[in-house]
């Protein structure tokens, strides 16, 4: 197992439970706050973001459409309306963030579309060649292995399916990094705290984000796990990334 910078970096340092369980117990502790403050501290533009990366998908009807980290279901509802597979499986390992997920689906009368089950990247619970489209919304910076769970990704797509990943990443304009890490630093962990109590979980996404391998480096990544075709799209001034490759 290769170890990444990002892999060591956890919500609570005190704890001594593995990353995958830290992040499992955040996820359940902010999940009422989530949709909220992805609104409130990215200013809706996170919309925008999810938008352009399901539009990757377009020009080909997909039938079985995996949501690795799906959280509250927002990019598998978004899926929904933009690209209508016939069917959404979302997986996550915060049955607290999908339980606010299947209460949208089920205001949506798309409970028979779209599923939402407890799971892990690192085993995912499908056989091989199942899905012919995979996506990840903000969730690779917390596989417990980066690795295995891309490898696993591949593992369950039919040959021909495509890969969708949206990630934060660094700004590379130099008069605009000071202004993104004051708000990474100071203005997100703050309101994080204010609104949802857990000045942690906003802490450990700027730490995160800051030690990912992006770019070039994650794009090896996705090479080294099987996928063809690969792709880096940067959007607002590289503050993130959407990364596209194919089985």
């Known amino acids: 197992m290769s170890q990444f910078a990002h892999d060591p970096i956890v919500p609570y340092r005190e704890s001594n439970a593995g990353k995958k369980e830290q992040v499992a117990t955040m996820f359940d502790s902010i999940a009422k706050r989530y949709d909220f403050l992805n ?40 899926a929904y309306r933009q690209i209508m597979p016939k069917q959404i499986t979302g997986l996550d390992i915060s049955e607290g963030m999908m339980q606010y997920g299947r209460i949208k689906i089920e205001n949506k009368g798309l409970s028979k579309s779209i599923q939402l089950i407890l799971g892990d990247s690192k085993n995912i619970p499908f056989d091989d060649q199942i899905f012919d489209g995979a996506m990840v919304a903000f969730g690779v910076r917390n596989f417990a292995d980066l690795e295995k769970g891309l490898a696993e990704m591949h593992r369950v797509l039919t040959v021909g399916g495509k890969i969708i990943i949206l990630e934060f990443s660094q700004p590379t304009l130099f008069w605009f990094k000071p202004f993104y890490a004051f708000y990474m630093n100071w203005v997100t962990p703050t309101i994080g705290k204010i609104f949802s109590g857990n ?20 794009l090896s990544i996705l090479e080294k796990a099987g996928f063809k075709n690969i792709s880096q799209q940067k959007l607002s001034l590289g503050i993130c990334s959407i990364y596209c490759g194919s089985k």
Do not use: C
């Open 39 to 78: 609104r409130f501290l990215s200013l809706g533009i996170d919309q925008i973001w999810r938008k352009k990366a399901i539009a990757h998908f377009k020009g080909k009807p997909l039938n079985h459409l995996l949501d690795v980290a799906t959280g509250t279901a927002d990019m598998a509802l978004m």
């Open 199 to 218: 000045k942690a979980a906003y802490a450990y996404l700027n730490e995160s984000v800051a030690a990912f391998p992006e770019g070039k480096d994650f």
